[in-house]
C-alpha cells in the first residue's frame, strides 16, 4: 500500500458493492510547499474538505471500504484528471484547449485556493508536477479503481459516494429566492455516473436523516464521477456534496460543539446507503 498517497480503511468482511471515498480531506501538507506558498498555514486550508474523512468514517464498520487521501488538495487535486496541468503554474506546459477548471486555477496542480487567492510566487518546474502525480495521484486512483473492480468482480455492481464538503456561501449564492437552502447537493452529471435506483436511494438515505437534497446544482460531479461513472457496465459514481456550516466553524476550521451529533447522524445515513445491493447473509439454523 502507498502509505503516504492515502489511507484505507477496510471492513471486516466486504458485504457491499459501496465504496467511500474523500479525495479532498488530506491534511499532510510538506513544510517545503508551505514555505514556498504565499498563504499561511491557516488560508491554505481554504480549499480542503476538512474533517469529512471523520464524518464518513462508519463505512468500514458498515461493511464498506473508505479511502482517504493525505495529501491535501492544495497541493495536488485527486478529483482532477492526470493532465489537468495549468501553464500559468507549471513550467513547460503546452496551453491545450479550453478546459474551465484549468483556466480558473483548479487544475491538478492548483494555482489559487478558494477565494481565488494565489498559492505560489512563480511557476513550479514540470519534474516537481510531475513528481506529485507520480506519489499521490497514480496511487490514489490505482487504488480507487481496484476497489471498484473488487465491487464488480464480488456484486456485479459498484457504487462509489465520492465525499466532499462545501462552502456555505456557495450554497447561498445558488439558492433560489424563497426556496430553502439544501444541506446537501448530489452530483451524477445529470444521470452519466449513475443509475436513477442508486442516486434515489443514495438520496432517500439523507433525506431520511432529515436533509434537504437536490441533484446535480450546483455541483453536478467533477473527474472521479466522470472517469469511474459507467451505469451501463454497473459502475456508479454519486459525488456527494455537504455544507461545511452543519458540522465546522468554516472561518477557523475547526469542528463545531454539534459536530459528533452530527458525525453520528452521518453513520445513520452510510448504514442506509451501504445497503443497496448488499449481500444478505442467511441466518442460521436455530
Request: charged share 25%.
Amino acid at each position: 500500500m502507498d502509505e503516504h498517497a492515502y489511507r484505507l480503511f477496510l471492513p471486516a468482511r466486504r458485504e457491499t458493492p459501496v465504496v467511500f471515498s474523500s479525495p479532498h480531506s488530506g491534511q499532510d501538507y510538506p513544510p517545503a510547499f508551505l514555505q514556498a506558498s504565499l498563504l499561511d498555514a491557516h488560508v491554505i486550508r481554504s480549499s480542503e474538505d476538512a474533517f469529512v474523512d471523520r464524518l464518513f468514517d462508519h463505512a468500514p464498520l458498515a461493511g464498506a471500504p473508505l479511502i482517504a487521501a493525505r495529501a491535501p488538495r492544495a497541493y495536488i487535486d485527486l478529483n482532477r484528471a492526470a493532465d489537468e496541468l495549468d501553464p500559468a503554474v507549471v513550467e513547460g506546459v503546452v496551453r491545450v484547449a479550453h478546459n474551465p477548471r484549468v483556466s480558473s486555477g483548479l487544475g491538478v496542480i492548483p494555482r489559487v485556493v478558494a477565494g481565488g487567492r494565489a498559492i505560489y510566487r512563480g511557476k513550479l518546474p514540470l519534474a516537481e508536477a510531475e513528481a506529485r502525480l507520480a506519489r499521490h495521484w497514480h496511487p490514489y486512483h490505482a487504488a480507487l479503481k481496484r476497489l471498484i473492480d473488487e465491487s464488480l468482480a464480488q456484486f456485479g455492481q459498484a457504487v462509489l459516494v465520492d465525499c466532499h464538503s462545501m462552502p456555505h456561501e456557495a450554497i447561498e449564492a445558488h439558492a433560489r429566492p424563497g426556496q430553502p437552502r439544501p444541506d446537501v447537493v448530489l452530483g451524477d452529471r445529470f444521470g452519466a455516473a449513475a443509475g436513477r435506483e442508486v442516486v434515489e436511494r443514495i438520496e432517500a438515505a439523507f433525506a431520511g436523516a432529515g436533509l434537504r437534497v437536490v441533484r446535480n446544482s450546483p455541483f453536478a460531479g467533477a473527474y472521479i464521477a466522470q472517469a469511474y461513472g459507467r451505469p451501463s457496465r454497473g459502475a456508479h459514481v454519486v459525488q456527494v456534496e455537504i455544507d461545511r456550516s452543519l458540522y465546522m466553524d468554516e472561518a477557523r476550521i475547526e469542528p463545531l460543539p454539534r459536530f459528533q451529533e452530527f458525525r453520528a447522524l452521518m453513520a445513520g445515513v452510510i448504514a442506509e446507503i451501504v445497503q443497496i445491493g448488499r449481500l444478505q447473509v442467511p441466518l442460521a439454523a436455530e
